[in-house]
């Protein structure tokens, strides 16, 4: 069993940013897990956001691109997205996510794509 907790979420002015970090924990082998992490904003499906890979492949959202980058630090089985420029559109709550089993850091893109564990989540505001 893999438990995430996340934080660093907040409420911003656009062009703002925030890193947002998760902690797992129960995962003495964090490096090998697919890690990323999905959003979703009020009324909206969750969209997978970014996602990197046992071997640090990294796969963004195009609308992210440029503006966000995700990474971890194994020793400390903690995950990381900083975000820069941030717009009103990014608004939403995000879900820090781990997957053990057959991923790639694309894995997060495919329709569908459920992985075995998720955070709670927290809330990140971008006002105009």
């Known amino acids: 069993q893999v438990d995430l907790m996340e934080s660093g979420g907040g409420s911003v002015e656009a062009g703002g940013s925030l890193t947002l970090s998760c902690v797992a924990s129960?995962?003495?082998?964090?490096?090998?897990?697919?890690l990323g992490w999905f959003r979703q904003a009020p009324g909206k499906e969750r969209e997978a956001v970014a996602a990197i890979d046992a071997d640090n492949s990294v796969s963004y959202q195009d609308s992210v691109k440029g503006r966000f980058t995700i990474s971890k630090d194994n020793a400390n089985s903690t995950l990381y997205l900083q975000m820069n420029s941030l717009k009103p559109e990014d608004t939403g709550r995000y879900y820090c996510?781990?997957?053990?089993?057959?991923?790639?850091?694309?894995?997060?893109?495919?329709?569908?794509?459920?992985?075995?564990?998720w955070g709670q989540g927290t809330q990140v505001t971008v006002s105009s």
């Open positions: 996510q781990a997957e053990e089993y057959d991923c790639y850091a694309g894995s997060w893109f495919l329709g569908g794509y459920t992985p075995d564990y």
């Open positions: 129960g995962a003495p082998r964090i490096r090998s897990y697919c």
